[in-house]
């Protein structure tokens, strides 16, 4: 049974950074590929951050610049660092991998639960 739990989440001013972390537990042989998501009050979700199985990586122009996802695949967690916070970024962020699991033979979809950031201005 796969797991994926965010944390880092929490109430901020404008203009602070926080960081994001989604750790997955259960029978993982590697992360293929992740990406964070968030819905904002009152709106759909929406990707913020996306990275490849190649390294690559892509962000919307809402958060370019000021957001940068990275995996540490070995500790089988992924991070979300943001920066420059807005009021708009408030919204539950969601982590999203997909990844191989022992006896798998393409990679499986998993999300987190999710954390609440709320920016203040």
């Known amino acids: 049974q796969v797991r994926l739990v965010e944390s880092g989440g929490g109430s901020v001013q404008f203009g602070d950074s926080l960081r994001l972390s989604c750790v997955a537990s259960?029978?993982?042989?590697?992360?293929?590929?992740m990406a964070w998501y968030r819905k904002p009050p009152g709106k759909q979700r929406e990707v913020v951050a996306r990275?490849?199985?190649?390294?690559?990586?892509s962000y919307p122009n809402s958060v370019k610049g000021r957001f940068t996802i990275s995996l540490d695949n070995a500790r089988k967690t992924g991070y979300l660092q943001m920066a420059s916070l807005k009021p708009e970024d408030t919204a539950v962020y969601y982590c999203n991998i997909e990844l191989y699991t022992a006896g798998g033979s393409w990679p499986e979809d998993y999300w987190g639960p999710g954390t609440q950031v709320t920016v203040s201005s």
């Open positions: 990275l490849d199985h190649d390294g690559s990586t």
């Open positions: 259960g029978d993982i042989i590697s992360i293929y590929r």
